[in-house]
């Protein structure tokens, strides 16, 4: 997160939680079409609403802001620290869902894959996971997938 951002960004910034169409989402989004995964937009799952959902192979993926989803050993989550005290409810909070939400696709059958915001930044890195990414959807081998945190 950038520091010196005016108090207006920085408001609606905290207000976009969980806005759709983020940046990673987006390219996750252009990345999967690319390789002929089809999906629609705006897909629930009960009640529960992935970034994308790829129906017929019960695979769902979330896009995770570092900041707001911490990413653990990720610089991006552990950047304005002071600022993040007051987050911190809201920080539990989203983890604590992003866990529930887990478990409850993962009891529905639904196998759950995770793009972190920081291996979208770079399209090298980024091409990679896309690549583990396709491998795991395909060959279906486990119900957890998590995008490699990038050591910078
Ligand atoms: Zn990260």
């Not at 529960?48 to 769902?60: E, F, G, N, T």
């Not at 991006?76 to 696709?105: G, H, I, M, P, T």
């Amino acid at each position: 997160m950038v520091d010196n951002v005016d108090k207006k960004t920085r408001s609606r910034m905290m207000s976009g939680i969980r806005s759709s169409n983020t940046k990673p989402e987006v390219l996750t989004r252009k990345a999967l079409h690319r390789l002929g995964y089809r999906f629609r937009l705006d897909s629930k799952v009960g009640k529960i609403k992935p970034d994308i959902v790829l129906r017929s192979l019960k695979v769902a993926v979330f896009t995770h802001g570092c900041y707001w989803h911490q990413h653990q050993g990720c610089k991006l989550a552990y950047s304005d620290r002071d600022y993040a005290d007051k987050w911190k409810n809201k920080f539990e909070d989203n983890q604590k869902r992003d866990q529930r939400v887990l478990n409850e696709l993962t009891n529905q059958g639904w196998r759950v894959a995770v793009i972190w915001e920081c291996t979208t930044r770079e399209a090298e890195v980024f091409q990679d996971v896309i690549g583990n990414l396709d491998v795991w959807i395909k060959t279906g081998d486990s119900s957890y997938f998590e995008s490699d945190y990038q050591k910078t």
